[in-house]
């Protein structure tokens, strides 16, 4: 089983800021079966980033994904007030699905 | 609108079955994969399995394989997660998501992500 890790677990920052989370896969892991989601409390949690790096439909271009096989990351260029929340990336790999354990971002 | 609406709440005791439910409505129910995603209160996501409605094709994480059983009835656009025997630590909240896929003979060629969601069931198991 694949293995993901985030990091860091909390970032503190404030509106307007970049945020760069990390995530870093156990092993090797196509760009095409990784993705990223936010979740804010309450809430269900929201698919931002598909195939690595393509937004997915209607979500604001501040937020952009990149990487390839085990190092992986999200980043929001200003974050906005609304952008405050959990973010989780997931993969697919050996006909298993993971999430890793989640960043949170909150204000500072 | 591309929805799915889950079950209400649920309060079960340890031992008692359980069967919740996810509908799709304004797209193909049968065209698109349907996920189970667990999440314990505090805790981050567990994907549970995923069905295909359209031929039943189920997958399951071995976490979960044996423990729960996933189904889905295509000509009410409704899929399933059930339980037979209960336990505490069944207590979460519960997802389910279209999962989008692109296959090649049976294997994800490309993944596009749980794109849309429900809004999650609450299963409470206590004695």
């Known amino acids: 089983e694949i293995v993901l890790t985030q990091s860091p677990g909390t970032l503190s920052l404030s509106p307007g800021e970049r945020a760069t989370l990390s995530c870093r896969a156990s092993q090797s892991v196509s760009s095409s079966y990784l993705a990223w989601y936010q979740q804010k409390p309450g809430q269900a949690p929201r698919l931002l980033i598909y195939g690595a790096s393509s937004r997915a439909t209607g979500i604001p271009d501040r937020f952009s994904g990149s990487g390839s096989g085990t190092d992986f990351t999200l980043t929001i260029s200003r974050l906005e007030p609304e952008d405050f929340a959990v973010y989780y990336c997931?993969?697919?790999?050996?006909?298993?699905?993971?999430f890793g354990p989640g960043t949170k971002v909150e204000i500072k | 609108e591309v929805q799915l609406v889950q079950s209400g709440a649920e309060v079960k005791k340890p031992g008692e079955s359980l069967k919740i439910s996810c509908k799709g409505s304004g797209y193909s129910f049968t065209s698109y994969w349907i996920g189970w995603v667990r999440q314990m209160a505090g805790k981050g996501l567990e994907w549970v399995g995923i069905?295909?409605?359209?031929?039943?094709?189920?997958r399951y994480s071995p976490s979960f394989q044996g423990q729960v059983t996933i189904s889905a009835d295509k000509s009410i656009s409704t899929g399933y997660l059930q339980w037979s025997s209960l336990k505490a630590s069944d207590t979460a909240m519960y997802y389910c998501?279209?999962?989008?896929?692109?296959?090649?003979?049976?294997?994800?060629?490309?993944?596009?992500?749980?794109?849309?969601w429900g809004q999650g069931t609450t299963v409470t198991v206590s004695s």
């Open positions: 069905i295909y409605p359209g031929d039943s094709d189920t």
């Open positions: 998501a279209r999962v989008s896929i692109t296959m090649v003979r049976g294997l994800i060629y490309y993944y596009y992500g749980m794109d849309v």
């Open positions: 997931q993969q697919y790999g050996n006909s298993l699905f993971t």
